[in-house]
């Protein structure tokens, strides 16, 4: 453009000087490196449209294309709720596990039946038992030993009492006996049950203690010996869990011919 602008000065002052022809070459060499100029300005803006605009799109499409399939992986693997071991299962490699066809076998959570038990206690007690009471078992997998338990939870509600609903109608009066009142039991002292082996069968007994209502002023005379019925009954039966102890490692292991 410099050159085109200074022979078109000379053609203008000396007219002649500078052929026509020259001139002539020379704007349509500037228009043509204009036209460049402006097709890769529109380029330029091409360009810019795409990451601003077309990029960004992509991007997040491949990124929900992704989660998609991160979900549909997620579907491929059954995980339990809790943490554990499998035991009891007779897999190999290549098996097909899904929750329609269930092989049998069992999950132990981390910690089960090291933590607490549960003890099923006849209806009748129901309006005694409570939390925090002092109870006392033995288990089979722990012979002559009685391990102190305190009451930590008291199910509100009777197992018999529930249903599941399918295609055969249940007559009430088929339940043959009548449900027990679930009470959970953790140990009085650490590691008490320690060695009892998880999901061993135990016998459980629960106290009361009257000694307040005994010493109070305002409890009468009569209630006062039923109270101290109560209490002496909750001794013998303290003893007979202990004679239960004593005899069933002999009941088991001689009697039943084992």
Known sequence: MDE?????????RNPGIVAQREIERLQLLVEGRLGAIASASAAKQGIEARISSLLPAQKASAEAALAQAQVELAKTVIRAGVS???EQFGLRVGDIVSQIMRPAGILIPDGAGQQSLQAGFGQIEAQIMKPGMIAEVTC????FAIIPMVVTAVQDYIAAGQFRGGEQ???AQQVARPGTLLVFLEPLYKGGLDDVTPGSSCIANAYSSNHELILSK???ATRRVALHVVDALGLVHALLLRLQALLLPFKVLVFSGH
């Open 4 to 12: 085109l602008a200074t022979k078109e000065e000379l053609q203008r």
């Open 84 to 86: 554990g071991r499998v």
């Open 140 to 143: 089979v997998s722990k012979p």
């Open 169 to 171: 109608l249940v007559e």
């Open 218 to 220: 305002d409890t009468s």
